[in-house]
């Protein structure tokens, strides 16, 4: 079995693995627009910042494409990691599971693999929809959890685009990395001023 990660996935898939792939999936577009309550927020973050870890990818859009890696898992690895995954995607994170093709990035690789994908859909609770760049990459900054704080989030994934999949374009990540970075002076000036008060 093929498991295709986008998110938090590409570096901390949780599980074990036989191999891994970096590649991409056609149709699908990489958006923050899922709220996230425990992994990279909390019940005190959304009432705070109306939302708190923001990650999803969105569904089917004609010319999308999303980069990531996908992990095969072979004998005892399968039971075990759709056991963890359906737990921290589906019941934690409200996800879907869908079967989509992946292509690998590797120039050797003769046709499409088939992969597990978790997405988020309009319909799940946890569903935020769109916003502004400035305003998601506001809410980043405030949001952390069990799993570490969401800036770490969203900058461990642009590192990621950056050296594994330098061709590829990522305009919504990346707007959200350049506000985010132009955010936070202001938030350390403003601490700062703060303390010596």
């Not at 990522?170 to 700062?192: M, N, R, V, W």
């Amino acid at each position: 079995v093929w498991i295709f990660g986008y998110g938090s996935l590409v570096w901390r898939p949780g599980f074990e693995f036989t191999s891994r792939k970096v590649g991409f999936i056609r149709g699908y577009s990489r958006r923050f627009w899922q709220g996230d309550t425990f992994h990279r927020g909390s019940e005190r973050t959304v009432r705070a910042a109306a939302m708190a870890g923001r990650g999803a990818l969105r569904g089917r859009r004609r010319g999308a494409c999303t980069w990531g890696v996908a992990y095969e898992v072979r004998g005892e690895q399968i039971a075990a990691s759709l056991q963890y995954l359906n737990m921290r995607e589906a019941v934690l994170g409200g996800y879907d599971t869908k079967l989509v093709k992946f292509h690998p990035q590797d120039k050797d690789a003769e046709e499409p693999i088939l992969a597990l994908v978790y997405i988020a859909t309009p319909q799940n609770p946890s569903y935020l929809g769109p916003a502004s760049e400035e305003d998601i990459a506001a809410q980043i900054i405030v949001s952390s959890g069990c799993a570490g704080h969401n800036i770490e989030y969203l900058l461990r994934l642009a590192d990621f685009m950056r050296y594994f999949c330098p061709q590829a374009e990522d305009k919504h990540l990346f707007s959200i990395e350049e506000a985010l970075i132009s955010i936070l002076p202001c938030l350390c000036c403003t601490e700062e001023s703060l303390e010596e008060t």
